[in-house]
């Protein structure tokens, strides 16, 4: 059971290791064989908040017209992306999601993208 | 009731331009009988559609705002629901959307006029001063 628990938490601190140092990809290993040592490790790997872009920008209203604008926040293949990707805070999202969804009834945006 | 809306629809693209006019002066003609306005008409012209409607794979979008009742936009769904050239339409309600946005920049247009009134500025150390003071003067 103690192994299990000391995995999940081996690559959250090689990750930032890997992403601080292009030659830790083998390297990786060593600080995850002493996980109790540098344990602020994973604590110095900083995500950057993400923010609502129509907060921060002052879009207040999201039209289902503007095609650039909501092919942001489309994926590849057609679907709304999560907010949890995105940032978007939930009012937003909520209208974003309206108006991709009449965008699509219009064909301006696909309902899904051909391969 | 009137309300605003939008109709947006897009004509085959194999349609002549003068049809096309017609079928829009048909529309306006409806909509002004029916006892609404037209507040705007924008043809966006030629556009690839995002997947195929009716075998097409491009139309030519038309943009309509109009202030309506219920009763008259049913009226002209089902109108371009007949009508051939029409592939595919959208009809949004958009007064309650532009309460909304109105409120916001009313909102907003108050709160910066709080931080740029020159006024203001002043009146806040003022009023700062006293409060540090006899939070001293109670500790």
């Known amino acids: 059971m103690a192994d299990e628990i000391s995995t999940p938490s081996a690559p959250s601190t090689s990750r930032p290791e890997g992403s601080g140092s292009g030659s830790s990809g083998p390297g990786g290993r060593p600080p995850a064989g002493r996980p109790s040592g540098p344990g602020g490790g994973g604590r110095k790997f900083f995500r950057r908040k993400k ?35 995105t940032g978007v805070c939930t009012t937003h999202q909520r209208g974003l999601a309206r108006a991709i969804k009449q965008a699509r ?11 | 009731m009137q309300r605003t809306y ?6 085959r693209p194999d349609i002549l331009d003068e049809d096309l006019d017609k079928l829009i002066a048909g529309l306006e ?47 002209i769904e089902r109108r371009l629901r007949v009508s051939e ?10 007064d ?28 806040a150390p003022v009023e ?10 109670s500790a």
């Open chain 1, 51 to 85: 923010v609502c872009k129509f907060c921060v920008e002052k879009i207040d209203a999201i039209h289902y017209r503007d095609v650039r604008l909501l092919q942001q926040f489309v994926a590849e293949r057609g679907k709304i992306v999560p907010r949890r990707l």
């Open chain 2, 85 to 94: 050239p029409v592939i595919k339409f959208i009809s949004v309600r958009m």
């Open chain 1, 105 to 115: 009834n219009i064909a301006l945006l696909p309902f899904a993208a051909r391969y």
């Open chain 2, 6 to 11: 939008e109709i947006m629809f897009i004509v």
């Open chain 2, 29 to 75: 003609a409806n909509i002004t009988h029916g006892g609404g306005s037209i507040k705007s008409l924008e043809k966006l012209g030629r556009r690839k559609l995002a997947y195929t409607v009716k075998k097409f794979n491009d139309g030519n979008y038309v943009l309509l705002t109009i202030l309506a009742d219920g009763s008259l936009v049913g009226e």
């Open chain 2, 96 to 123: 309650e959307e532009e309460k909304r946005v109105a409120k916001i920049k009313a909102i907003r247009a108050t709160r910066k006029k709080l931080s740029a009134q020159p006024a203001a500025a002043p009146a």
């Open chain 2, 128 to 137: 700062a001063a006293p409060a540090p003071a006899s939070e001293a003067a």
